[in-house]
T-cell receptor
């Protein structure tokens, strides 16, 4: 079974600065998907960014980018120019490919990000 | 599109009572997921359906929990009898599953359940 680990329960960043959230995972599969979800106080789960394991290029979505290190099984999220609205819980998630796995996600324990004005 | 709809948003009940949580997935989606979120255990997948058929219910904690999907636009998660340790936020999510390709899961707003 796959496991996802987020070793930082809490992180803080100054507004306009850059912060990196860590995620590692354990799998024996070679092809899979990785995601970062944001959960603000409203509880809504919002997809921030995704990465296909077969792609070497790191995914980027505006101020959000990932550092995907397949050999190290590491998938960190970098938030540039942090904004107050970025304050939330961030969850790393793993999804197996293939028919049998459906679209089921395995989540890490989450990192609470605080943004200081 | 209204997104995934869950009801109620909040539920407070007493131990031993039956609780039913409801979910309406996004129209056209054929996969539906029920998750539970607690401080202790984080986000856990309870059960998921493809084309209204339960595929994996290994995450359902015990026989007190049951889930149904009578049609493509509605699912329920029932707890009978409820216990204080069932207190959590329950999320429903849906996606369009087509073979091994990726399709985003869209989450509902969650139901916060409190069992006294």
């Amino acid at each position: 079974a796959q496991t996802v680990t987020q070793s930082q329960p809490e992180m803080s960043v100054q507004e306009a600065e850059t912060v990196t959230l860590s995620c590692t995972y354990d799998t024996s599969e070679s092809d899979y998907y990785l995601f970062w979800y944001k959960q603000p106080p409203s509880r809504q789960m919002i997809l921030v960014i995704r990465q296909e394991a077969y792609k070497q290029q790191n995914a980027t979505e505006n101020r959000f980018s990932v550092n995907f290190q397949k050999a190290a099984k590491s998938f960190s999220l970098k938030i540039s120019d942090s904004q107050l609205g970025d304050a939330a819980m961030y969850f790393c998630a793993y999804r197996s490919p293939g028919h049998n796995a459906g679209n089921m996600l395995t989540f890490g324990g989450g990192t609470r990000l605080m943004v200081k004005p | 599109d209204a997104g995934v709809i869950q009801s109620p948003r909040h539920e407070v009940t007493e131990m031993g009572q039956e609780v039913t949580l409801r979910c309406k997935p996004i129209s056209g989606h054929n996969s539906l997921f029920w998750y539970r979120q607690t401080m202790m255990r984080g986000l856990e997948l309870l059960i998921y359906f493809n084309n209204n058929v339960p595929i994996d219910d290994s995450g359902m904690p015990e026989d007190r929990f049951s889930a149904k999907m009578p049609n493509a636009s509605f699912s329920t998660l029932k707890i009978q009898p409820s216990e204080p340790r069932d207190s959590a936020v329950y999320f429903c999510a849906s996606s369009l599953f087509s073979g091994g390709s990726y399709n985003e899961q869209f989450f509902g707003p969650g139901t916060r359940l409190t069992v006294l």
